[in-house]
């Protein structure tokens, strides 16, 4: 069973057009974010959400715009879609309520614009 | 916000040979995690560690958090060791962001 997983893995799309990716986590965390790596391999936080709540927006652009259905779920939906998007997201989950939480990892959501 | 550089950048070693990653953070943490990507982009969570030490396998991790460092060793290394080794920390309670640090390049030479 694949604790947090997104969908989907790989997205070729041209300049201009709107996608989304989805993210679930089945270890009953409270807490889900959205990371972004670049192609330097540094990895920021975008977003968090807790208990569908969100939390943390890293001044991140408005075409950007995270979803949470429920604890389970948080989508990310990326409008008008530039070069510069192009990158690796991560999405991840822990539990709540401490700093003494570890963090789990999907397995990433390999992003190209064209 | 918090600062966290990792050194060295880029490591290439052969297999057999133990490594010493490096941490440093600007500033107090309450949670610093290492991870290791693989070559395939996975990130898996390899130790929670805001102070102390810890042991796993051929891996151990110590966190001197009254210097602001951490570090990573890997012992007697394999190929599958390959990747990116990233230190992460948190400076306060509850649901704050984890910072990443700047990332070790790990390759492991047959």
């Known amino acids: 069973d694949t604790a947090v997983s997104q969908t989907p893995k790989y997205l070729v799309t041209q300049m201009g057009n709107d996608k989304s990716i989805k993210c679930e986590q089945n270890l009953g965390h409270d807490t889900m974010y959205w990371y972004k790596q670049d192609s330097k391999k540094f990895l920021k936080i975008m977003f968090s959400?807790?208990?569908?709540?969100?939390?943390i927006n890293e001044t991140v652009p408005n075409r950007f715009s995270p979803k949470s259905p429920d604890k389970a779920h948080l989508n990310l939906h990326i409008n008008s879609l530039e070069l510069g998007d192009s990158a690796v997201y991560f999405c991840a989950s822990s539990p709540a309520g401490t700093a003494k939480n570890t963090i789990y990892f999907g397995e990433g959501s390999w992003l190209t614009v064209v | 916000g918090i600062q966290v550089e990792q050194s060295p950048p880029d490591l290439i070693l052969q297999e057999g040979a133990n490594s010493t990653l490096r941490c440093n953070f600007s500033d107090s943490v309450n949670n610093l995690q290492w991870f290791h990507q693989n070559p395939w982009g996975q990130l898996i969570n390899l130790f929670y560690?805001?102070?102390g030490t810890k042991q796993n396998g051929r891996l151990s991790a110590t966190t001197v958090a009254t210097e602001r460092y951490s570090l990573l060793y890997i012992s007697s290394s394999q190929t599958t060791d390959s990747g990116v080794y990233f230190c992460a920390v948190k400076t306060g309670f509850g649901n704050e962001k984890l910072t990443f640090g700047t990332g070790t390049r790990l390759t492991i030479i047959p």
């Open positions: 959400y807790n208990n569908k709540e969100l939390i």
């Open positions: 560690i805001p102070s």
